[in-house]
């Protein structure tokens, strides 16, 4: 079967501005999924569907729909006051299928269905109070010096949007608590030592246009957008993995689109060595605690 017979409404244009379809999303997620799979595989997926495309409503749903193909993997979790069936990702039939019921975006979770109360990495969500990605730049960079001290491998991307995220790939043992203490506590450490640019509050009015260190990607059941995932913006940007040398002030995230992708990854992978770094959470800890 060929793609546009595996997508409901292929020719919807879901990019007025650039006329990028449904099935241009399909193809791209088709040819890209050898890149996407190692950090979608096994992992818990909720789903933000977009039926209209960049300008129409969207909405999320963590529950598996009904109208999903049989053999489609789920996974039931138990959260404090409810169960959840989540799509598990790793196959590209199951992602396709995504596309056709609007999703644009991947979600996904920080551990595998295999252990989803321990994540394997660890996120920093850096968020620009300014909406301009050079500040997100500029605190990526302080986050890689910070991640240095203690002797941490980060890796960074664009988020797809005006932030950035960096994963610091762990060794699968510490809950989600462990996880999200440590990254509140770099951060606050951090933005101690940098308060005109970086801030851990949650509160819009006080972080006064500085950028905000979200730690919170890393409590159960968070998400965050995976690398290669497509966002609902302008221009149909995707989440690029980068190396440290490109992350500056003048890098346009938007550079990296619908339109250029086949030109764009075919480079050599600058995470291509993510799954060999695996390092101690609870020896970070103990690092930051002695700084």
């Known amino acids: 079967m060929t793609l546009d017979t595996l997508i409901a409404h292929p020719d919807k244009v879901f990019w007025p501005k650039e006329g990028y379809t449904k099935l241009d999303l399909a193809r791209y997620y088709d040819e890209v999924f050898p890149k996407l799979q190692p950090y979608v595989r096994d992992r818990l997926l909720a789903l933000e569907r977009c039926p209209d495309g960049m300008h129409g409503e969207c909405f999320f749903q963590k529950e598996a729909p009904e109208s999903l193909a049989a053999g489609t993997v789920t996974k039931l979790i138990q959260h404090q006051n409810h169960a959840v069936h989540y799509v598990v990702g790793g196959s590209r039939e199951t992602q396709i299928e995504l596309v056709s019921l609007g999703c644009i975006a991947v979600h996904i979770w920080e551990s595998r269905a295999t252990h989803p109360h321990q994540p394997d990495w660890v996120v920093f969500d850096i968020d620009p109070g300014s909406g301009e990605f050079a500040d997100a730049a500029k605190a990526g960079l302080l986050v890689k010096a910070g991640l240095d001290l203690l002797g941490l491998t980060g890796f960074p991307k664009t988020s797809g949007s005006r932030g950035m995220h960096v994963f610091v790939p762990i060794h699968v043992g510490p ?8 990254a509140e506590q770099f ?22 246009g500085r950028v905000y260190l979200d730690p919170f990607r890393n409590a159960f059941g968070a998400t965050v957008v995976a690398p290669y995932s497509v966002r609902r913006r302008e221009k149909a940007p995707f989440s690029m993995p980068l190396r440290w040398e490109e992350v500056r002030p003048s890098l346009n995230p938007s550079g990296f689109n619908l339109g250029n992708f086949a030109q764009v990854l075919a480079g050599p992978d600058p995470w291509r060595d993510f799954f060999d770094k695996r390092q101690s959470l609870k020896e970070a800890a103990l690092a930051l605690h002695k700084l």
Do not use: N
Request: charged share 30%; no cysteine; proline share 3%.
């Open 187 to 208: 951060g606050k450490r951090l933005a101690a030592a940098h308060p005109d640019i970086l801030t851990v509050e949650q509160r819009l009015e006080a972080r006064a």
């Open 175 to 182: 809950d989600f608590s462990e996880a999200l203490s440590f």
